[in-house]
């Protein structure tokens, strides 16, 4: 009275089990119909070598029923094989609208989830940050290429060096003002153009505080 009522596909596999046991058990039984069958027939044949025309026409009734009996079994054996195909049909009819159903759900889910028109905005914003990012990144190269690759820096570097070689010489040539200068006389004044001792450690001396 409290039994749980069976599903469609525990019915389907309950039936399948059912029909497998008829059929096995009408194999059965032609089996020994067929067993009998040979029987009777060496019964009429025996009766007729003893001319019992009698005792043979009822052997021969009983083998007429008993072949009717036959057909039957088979007629029946191949309706129920029939029922199992059709059955076997249902049941893949049913896994296929198990499948279906499963299906309908999973979409009803994902469209209640994924609203179209919110999902077309995503795209479209996506897209657009995604153009706003390649122009930053390229707008960071094209500063970076100018910051790096800026042509008055080696000029710059340049002028600075000059600026103070410059200062160091103006320096040096300050200093070298109070110097003492060489005697400016003609080559062939030996005797006047001779330098000293006390020049050579003059101009040392001079070169000494530069």
């Known amino acids: 009275m409290f039994k749980k009522k069976p599903t469609a596909q525990e019915q389907l596999r309950e039936n399948d089990r059912t029909m497998r046991k008829t059929q096995r058990d009408l194999t059965r039984d032609r089996g020994q119909l067929e067993k009998e069958e040979k029987r009777i027939e060496m019964e009429i044949k025996k009766a007729a070598k003893q001319g019992n025309k009698q005792a043979a026409t009822v052997l021969a009734k009983q083998l007429v029923a008993l072949r009717k009996q036959k057909t039957k079994s088979y007629s029946v054996g191949s309706k ?32 209640k989830v994924m609203d179209p028109q919110k999902t077309a905005k995503m795209m479209q914003d996506f897209e657009r940050e995604n153009m706003k990012m390649g122009m930053s990144e390229d707008m960071i190269n094209d500063t970076l290429d100018d910051i790096l690759g800026e042509s008055g820096d080696e000029e710059e570097s340049d002028a600075v060096v000059s600026q103070v070689l410059d200062e160091i010489g103006i320096e040096i040539t300050g200093k070298m003002v109070n110097a003492p200068a060489a005697p400016s006389k003609s080559l062939g004044e030996t005797s006047k153009s001779r330098v000293t001792d006390d020049d050579i450690e003059r101009q040392l001396a001079a070169l000494k505080d530069l």
Not at 94 to 105: D, H, Q, R, S
Not at 106 to 111: A, P, S
């Open 80 to 111: 129920i094989s029939a029922i199992g195909n059709q059955q076997k049909l249902m049941h893949s009819n049913m896994k296929m609208a198990g499948a279906m159903a499963t299906t309908t759900k999973t979409m009803q889910q994902m469209n």
